[in-house]
């Protein structure tokens, strides 16, 4: 007897030739964490575990297509990640309305972990406008969470910028620490989850080491678990746990930033 098909995991975004990062990183999560990926790419990469050196946007007509082939697979949940250009994020944001009522899962991806602008204030501004109202959860790092909120001066001030991008429409803020330590705190790594109705906050132990793919860990196994069924705040909870131990159980390659290893049991060579 065949198995019947795990949730399906819709993932826009761009490819990564490392497999650190981007959609082969998106599907060995969303495998790992119960689901399964059908991918749309927005943009084809240049780039290595040091920096990005060139982005090529994919063909909107040609994501569209695709989505229109995807139209029998029963969507469960939708996760966006690298949106290069206004093309490629418009050509999204036609296919996220597609599916009306389906958890989505949005990684503003504004720059590579080398350092390599990803994307420009104009695409951000679009971004918080076209986009946002139809995201059930964003997933920032501190980085990101500032750039998309260029009006909140108050440089430390976290939760007015996550209640800034929920009243653009976004119903839910996950603020990851993971690029820059909270003030105080420089030990721990700190999630803070903003919603309209709950705040909460987790803390794991940092790693030492840089690290290539973790932001697309953790939103490609929130849209999992969410597309499983769980609830956002055990989504959000069981989806560090797996990016933690993705991470701590990390490759390291010849040089540059390690890789997490998301296979179910970490293989020891």
Known sequence: MR???????LVLAGHDPTGGAGLVADSETIAACGGWAVTIPTALTVQNCHNVTRVVPADPSLMR????????MQIAAIKVGL???EATLRATEQIIRRFPGIPVVADPVLKAGGGAELST???Q????????????????NRFELAQLTPEITAPLDDTARAVALLSQGCQAVL???????????????????????TTRQWQWPRLPEQFHGSGCTLASAIAARLAVGERLPTACEQAQHFTWESLSHGYQPPSGQCLPNRLPRPVRF
């Open 121 to 123: 204030t104009q695409l």
């Open 125 to 140: 501004k679009l971004y918080g406008e076209r986009l946002l109202p139809l995201v059930d959860i964003l997933t920032p």
């Open 175 to 197: 603020v990851t620490a993971t690029d820059e330590p909270v003030p105080g705190n420089e030990q721990q790594v700190v999630h803070t989850l903003h919603s309209p109705d």
């Open 3 to 9: 198995q019947p098909l795990a949730p399906v995991v």
């Open 65 to 72: 297509q695709m989505a229109e082939a995807l139209s029998e």
């Open 83 to 85: 949106l290069a250009d």
